[in-house]
C-alpha cells in the first residue's frame, strides 16, 4: 500500500514505533486506507470525535453550573465508551473532571483514587498547568478527608523540591492549598512564615487570581494568631478583587469565610452576618458547588442564628448541613452535629443533644492529632459542661490537650 512513495521498510518502523511520520506521510497513508487523518491517527472518525468533544462540554457545563450528580453521570459514561481509550487528552479530561464531580458529590475517597492515578502515570504528559491543577485538588481532597500529611506531602513535592518552579497563578494557588493543609494541622509557624512568602509572591505578580488565593488563606492564619483587625482587612482586599473578576463558587466561598470572621471578631454584627452568610448560600446554589459547601454554608448559619439567640433556627440550618453528609467528610460532619448538639442543648432537649454529641466524641475519637481535633474536643467539652454537670466535659478538655502535645 506504501508503494511507490514509501519503502515498506520505512512503514514497518512507523508500525513499531520507531519513527515518528510527518504531517505529509500521515496525510498519504489516510489516502491509500481511504479513512480519514482523524481516524488513522485516534481511531475514531471525525464524526465520533465531535460527539465526544461535544458530550465533554456537556458534562463540564453541569459541573460548572452546579449539577454535580448529573455531571458524575456523565463523566462516568464518557470514562465507559471504549472510544476514548486512544484519546489520551480527552481521557485525562474525562478523569480530572468526573474527580471534581465526586469530590462535589462529597465522595473524596472515589476523588482522591482518580487524581492519584491521574498525577502519578501521566504527570510527564500533561501540560505544566494541569498537573498543578491536579495537585490542588489532590491536596484539598486529602485535607478534607483529615489526611494531613497527605495533603501537606502532595503540595510540598511540587512546591518545595530541589527543582522550586517560578511563581504563577497555578502555584499561588497550590501554596495557598498547602497553607491550608498547615492550618488544619496545627503548624502555625510554618503557616505564618508561608503566608508572607505568598503574600510576596502575590505583589510580585500582580494578578487578581494570585491576590485572592494568597490572600485568603494569609487571612485565617492572621486571625488564628491574634491578628483580627489584619485579617479582616485581608478578607475585605480578596472579595473586592474576587467581587470583579473571580468564579462564582469562589466568590460565595470567600464571602461565606469573611461572614464567619466578622462572626466571631465582631459578634455585636451578628444579623449583618447572618445576611452575608444567606447571600453566600444563595450564590453557592447557583454556582457548582456542591454538597460539602452547601453543608458547610448552613453550618455557618446555625453558628450565627446562636450567636443571635435563635436556636430553633440555628437546630434547623445544623440539621439541614448534617443531612448533606456522611462519613466520607468525618470533620465537617462532626461540626455539624456538635452546632446541632448546641442548638438542642438551648432548647431542652437533652436527650436529642446527648445523640449529637455521643456521634461527635465517636468521630474524634478517630482524627488524628491536629488543631482541628483540638478544636473539635474544646467545642465538645464546653457544651457538655452543660449536658453532664462536668464529667464527661474533663475527658474532653483532656483529649483537647492531647491533641496538640499537651
Known amino acids: 500500500m506504501a508503494h511507490p512513495e514509501l519503502s515498506d521498510s520505512y512503514v514497518s518502523l512507523i508500525e513499531s514505533g520507531k519513527r515518528t511520520p510527518t504531517a505529509a506521510v500521515l496525510e498519504l497513508l489516510a489516502a491509500k486506507l481511504e479513512c480519514s487523518l482523524t481516524y488513522l491517527i485516534n481511531g475514531v472518525t471525525a464524526e465520533q470525535m465531535q460527539d465526544l468533544e461535544l458530550r465533554l462540554g456537556y458534562a463540564s457545563l453541569a459541573l460548572n453550573n452546579g449539577e454535580v450528580a448529573e455531571a458524575r453521570r456523565r463523566y462516568a459514561e464518557l470514562l465507559e465508551d471504549g472510544s476514548l481509550a486512544g484519546l489520551r487528552s480527552l481521557m485525562q479530561q474525562a478523569e480530572y473532571g468526573y474527580a471534581l464531580a465526586a469530590e462535589a458529590c462529597g465522595d473524596l475517597d472515589e476523588a482522591i483514587i482518580v487524581l492519584s492515578r491521574l498525577r502519578d502515570a501521566t504527570g510527564s504528559t500533561l501540560p505544566a498547568e494541569q498537573v498543578v491543577a491536579i495537585a490542588v485538588a489532590l491536596s484539598r481532597c486529602y485535607r478534607e478527608r483529615g489526611d494531613l500529611a497527605a495533603a501537606v506531602q502532595v503540595g510540598e ?114 444579623a449583618a452576618c447572618r445576611d452575608l452568610m444567606l447571600r453566600g448560600e444563595r450564590e453557592l446554589a447557583e454556582s457548582s458547588a456542591g454538597a460539602v459547601d452547601l453543608a458547610r454554608a448552613a453550618i455557618y448559619l446555625a453558628k450565627a442564628e446562636i450567636v443571635l439567640g435563635d436556636a430553633k433556627k440555628a437546630a434547623e440550618h445544623a440539621r439541614r448541613g448534617r443531612d448533606m453528609l456522611d462519613e466520607r467528610t468525618p470533620a465537617l460532619l462532626a461540626e455539624a452535629r456538635l452546632v446541632l448538639g448546641n442548638a438542642l442543648l438551648l432548647l431542652d432537649e437533652a436527650p436529642e443533644a446527648s445523640v449529637e454529641l455521643m456521634a461527635v466524641e465517636r468521630s474524634l475519637e478517630h482524627s488524628p492529632a491536629s488543631r482541628k481535633a483540638a478544636e473539635g474536643w474544646l467545642a465538645t467539652a464546653m457544651v457538655l459542661e452543660h449536658l453532664d454537670g462536668g464529667e464527661g466535659s474533663v475527658a474532653a478538655y483532656q483529649r483537647a490537650l492531647a491533641s496538640v502535645g499537651l
Do not use: K
Open 157 to 270: 513535592e511540587t512546591l518545595l523540591g530541589a527543582g522550586r518552579p517560578t511563581w504563577n497563578d497555578d502555584l499561588v494557588e497550590l501554596g495557598s492549598t498547602l497553607l491550608g493543609a498547615y492550618i488544619v494541622r496545627g503548624d502555625l509557624l510554618r503557616a505564618r512564615q508561608f503566608s508572607v512568602e505568598l503574600l510576596a509572591a502575590a505583589e510580585m505578580l500582580g494578578t487578581p487570581r494570585s491576590t485572592v488565593a494568597a490572600c485568603w488563606n494569609a487571612a485565617v492564619v492572621a486571625d488564628i494568631t491574634g491578628r483580627s483587625d489584619e485579617a479582616i482587612s485581608l478578607v475585605e482586599r480578596a472579595l473586592a478583587v474576587q467581587s470583579e473578576t473571580g468564579e462564582p463558587r469562589n466568590l460565595a466561598r470567600l464571602r461565606m469565610e469573611y461572614a464567619v470572621l466578622l462572626l466571631r471578631t465582631r459578634p455585636a454584627e451578628a
